[in-house]
């Protein structure tokens, strides 16, 4: 199922990559671009070959990418954003009486508005942070903490910054930028993700060169999203791959099927054909995650206290087998490792 999920959602990130490449082109060029101009196939052509490139160096290599490109995104967008709310204050007021005074109008709570935002909320807020679905503990478990618990504050940490923050934040300048209260309000409702939050991005810094400079960063950070989501869905194969088989014959093949959907993805977007249904069927493989983990966690919530209670005495012993109250492998050697 893990691997199913993260191959429905190679295509669509694959494609949001490369988009974000040809947005930066077009502030470079100044001009649209589109998407089947050159720029966009030379995009795609980068993204396989970086893809190729890191994927064959296993788990730990797409850990150390993300680790150095995610704090560095996301430090980027979030300055970006507080900058231009901070330019745009005169709109707060505005946004907390747009978003209070549209979430409790009889026709949104009554006329099923609120049924849709709720079930958007949650297919969106699961593909954000992914927080009860078991995947994000995949790549966390290809980290070098000291402490399960050290590690599990870490991710705990990543589903509040994640969506408090960043998804808060981009809500901030979509509706600060109240581009569905203008006369493009109808091609805006048709654009993409990015062209869409970009046209909110020029509401709040019309006609300035901060505008080009912000369209850049946001390009560039929507981008680098986009790719360390790929990687992270690459980890997520060819970890429950190796579940299936540790035998090097079959971890390539799941390599190879997982940059061959990369290539769809990226080459069916650039041609037109639509992909929306990937995330359908994406949501519904969300679901069925969610529906097979959270009997789990139930289960395994008295080895999670054990961990707990060890991590809080801080006596200096190492975690091990005999803390876990069943067999972590993994911490005895690490312990062994430590003597």
């Known amino acids: 199922m893990y691997i199913i999920y993260a191959i429905l959602c190679f295509p669509a990130q694959g494609f949001n990559s490369v988009s974000a490449m040809g947005e930066i082109a077009e502030i470079i060029i100044g001009k649209e671009i589109p998407t089947t101009h050159m720029v966009y196939w030379i995009g795609g052509l980068i993204v396989i070959i970086a893809v190729i490139a890191v994927s064959f160096g296993g788990t730990r290599k797409i850990a ?7 704090p560095i995104m996301a430090i980027v967008y979030v300055l970006t954003v507080l900058i ?9 007021p505005w946004f907390f009486y747009a978003v209070f005074t549209e979430a409790f109008k009889p026709e949104a709570v009554f006329g099923g508005s609120f049924g849709i935002a709720l079930m958007q909320g949650v297919k969106r ?6 927080a009860g679905q078991g995947t994000i503990t995949m790549p966390a478990a290809a980290s070098n903490a000291n402490h399960p618990c050290d590690q599990g504050c870490v991710q705990a940490v990543g589903v509040f910054l994640d969506t408090i923050v960043i998804c ?11 581009v569905w209260l203008t006369d493009n309000s109808a091609a805006w409702f048709e654009l993409d993700k990015l062209p869409k939050y970009l046209a909110s991005v020029a509401e709040l810094t019309p006609g300035t060169s901060f505008n080009s400079m912000v369209t850049f960063l946001v390009s560039l950070c929507f981008g680098l999203f986009a790719f360390t989501c790929l990687l992270g869905f690459l980890s997520f194969s060819e970890i429950c791959a190796n579940t299936i088989s540790r035998g090097k014959a079959f971890i390539s093949v799941i390599r190879i099927i997982d940059i061959a959907v990369i290539c769809f993805g990226i080459l069916t977007s650039i041609v037109g054909l639509d992909l929306s249904a990937l995330w359908d069927l994406s949501d519904f493989a969300n679901i069925l995650i969610a529906y097979c983990n959270i009997p789990l966690l139930y289960l395994g919530f008295r080895y999670v206290k054990k961990a707990q ?4 005495k801080e006596d200096g012993t190492p975690f091990t087998s ?3 109250g ?14």
């Open 326 to 339: 069943r067999n972590v492998a993994v911490w005895d050697e690490k312990a062994k490792g430590a003597l």
């Open 125 to 130: 807020g699961l593909m954000s942070n992914e």
């Open 64 to 70: 150390k990418v993300t680790d150095v490109l995610v």
């Open 322 to 324: 005999a803390v876990a």
């Open 84 to 92: 231009l709310i901070v330019i745009n204050f005169s709109r707060i």
């Open 168 to 178: 808060t934040l981009t809500g901030f300048v979509v509706i600060m930028g109240r």
């Open 309 to 312: 209670e060890h991590f809080e």
